[in-house]
């Protein structure tokens, strides 16, 4: 790496400890305790027998200042910040000094001592010995202080997206609200298990590399195992996998995994993202809403304390029960068209031209549909919603409706204008699902992401009995999103892809 001045000379701080035989980077740390451990122990200690609290502390450099023959620092870790309280008659001298020349913002050090409060007040350790447990030679990006109505206001210390995103170590070091996000995100999934637990559902792993793709409309990602001499595919869905487990008698599945889809990049589009998948049986689409309605508003009480949230300008409530819409009438409300009354594309399309809509030539009906919904109506479902009962040209996993063949029972959930989950009846009968495999495949051209493949052993787990099932869906991502108020993908993912630098 090329190092700027500042770096250099905190190179050279390591190299003159290491040349006087002192580890800059150590192998172990002896803790005693977390910062918060150490706090709530002394307050503890402090309001009962008042018997001194000894501690040996680890974390991060954050601020650091020297008076005479004082130095104060503060550290922080996982749990919090404490205050480090250097004497020199505690320390000595020469540790003093070191402390001085060697130590900067961003090291890692331990100290040992003993917790006190200061004259002003803080929970501070007294610190008789430390030592570097890493140093850091790049400085972390500097925070800025303005005062405010005679405070001081610290400001985020990393603003700009593309760092944030590309540097996400430092974003994390540097903005707390970032590292809350975080831990908001493992507790909605941490609760997304436990109301599944609950209800008898069995956690389950399927295969990330499939020979054929399916369960959803994308584009894969197609990669090849050389010794096999096959060509395989990242999964799109964990769909048909999960449901042949229904056919093996386990009646209650869920996974909770990464699929991956080869389309654009967008605010709610990652390549690589988050899914939770659970299929049930004997249940149907109807019960699957109740459950979603539930299980969203069960994982924000525990995930936030509360079930109302915030989200791009729009406070919405969480409680059950939510508002259901039949996706005929919605699209009926929004552009005036009843799609029930036009049965194929031609006749669909000129509707849309009449209507001054745009239109994309020689698309397939159920493209025509989901262009409506996607444009039209789905900006309008603020507060929580169903749409059910779909197009079956657009829905070939789900059961049709009993007397109605073209529609399917079908809904999708949306909060905030933005689509987040997605349940079936599933189709259970595997000579209708041969159809409708054959009939995809004739309706699209071989390159279009709708275009669904023929899955023969799926039929084949199919003609064996498959239970009737309720089935469902959600980007994880989003509800995260949801439930933290962030307007992108990005800033809910650890790692989003970007676009490559010329300069990397």
Request: include cysteine; charge should be negative; charged fraction near 25%.
């Amino acid at each position: 790496m090329e190092l700027s001045d500042l770096e250099k000379i905190r190179l050279a701080k390591l190299q003159r400890m290491e040349a006087e035989g002192i580890p800059p980077f150590p192998t172990r740390a002896h803790l005693t305790h977390t910062t918060r451990q150490a706090i709530e122990a002394f307050e503890a200690a402090e309001a009962g027998s008042n018997t001194p609290v000894e501690a040996t502390l680890g974390g991060r450099i954050r601020s650091l200042r020297h008076m005479g023959k004082l130095s104060f620092a503060h550290i922080e870790d996982s749990t919090g910040r404490v205050q480090l309280f250097f004497r020199i008659n505690e320390v000595g001298e020469e540790l003093l000094a070191r402390l001085r020349e060697d130590f900067d913002l961003g090291d890692f050090v331990e100290a040992s001592g003993v917790m006190l409060r200061t004259r002003t007040g803080e929970v501070s350790l007294q610190v008789h010995s430390f030592r570097m447990l890493a140093k850091a030679i790049t400085p972390l990006p500097a925070a800025k202080d303005e005062v405010v109505n005679g405070e001081v206001v610290r400001h985020a210390a990393l603003t700009d997206p593309e760092t944030r995103y590309r540097q996400r170590y430092a974003d994390l070091a540097v903005n707390p609200e970032v590292r809350e996000i975080f831990r908001t995100r493992a507790a909605v999934i941490a609760a997304l298990r436990q109301f599944l637990d609950e209800r008898g559902f069995l956690e389950v792993e399927t295969p990330i590399l499939q020979p054929i793709y399916g369960g959803a409309a994308a584009r894969p990602f197609v990669t090849y195992h050389n010794q096999l001499k096959q060509q395989l595919y990242l999964r799109i869905s964990f769909e048909l996998y999960l449901k042949r487990l229904l056919v093996g008698g386990l009646d209650r599945v869920y996974e909770i995994g990464r699929d991956f889809r080869n389309e654009g990049i967008s605010f709610k589009h990652n390549p690589e993202f988050t899914q939770l998948e659970f299929y049930m049986a004997y249940a149907d689409y109807l019960q699957i809403m109740e459950m979603t309605e539930q299980m969203i508003s069960f994982v924000a009480e525990k995930a936030l304390g509360g079930r109302t949230i915030t989200f791009r300008g729009n406070t919405v409530d969480l409680t059950p029960p939510w508002k259901r819409v039949e996706l005929r009438q919605g699209l009926m409300d929004v552009t005036g068209i009843d799609i029930n009354a036009h049965p194929d594309a031609a006749s669909l399309e000129t509707a849309m031209r009449e209507r001054g809509l745009p239109v994309k030539p020689d698309q397939p009906r159920g493209k025509l549909i989901d262009g409506l919904l996607g444009d039209y109506l789905e900006p309008t479902l603020i507060e929580p919603t169903f749409l059910y009962n779909y197009p079956r040209d657009i829905s070939p996993l789900a059961k049709s409706m009993p007397g109605d063949p073209t529609t399917v029972e079908r809904f999708e959930g949306f909060i905030c204008g933005m689509e987040l989950c997605n349940a079936f009846t599933e189709l259970n009968d595997p000579i209708d699902q041969e159809a409708r495999f054959l009939e995809m495949g004739r309706a699209y051209e071989d390159a279009d992401e709708e275009r669904h493949p023929m899955d023969e052993d799926y039929l084949r787990a199919m003609a064996m009995g498959m239970p009737p099932t309720g089935g469902f869906g959600i980007g994880v991502d989003r509800l995260v999103m949801l439930l933290t108020g962030r307007p992108s993908i990005r800033e809910i993912i650890l790692f989003p892809h970007l676009r490559g630098r010329e300069d990397e």
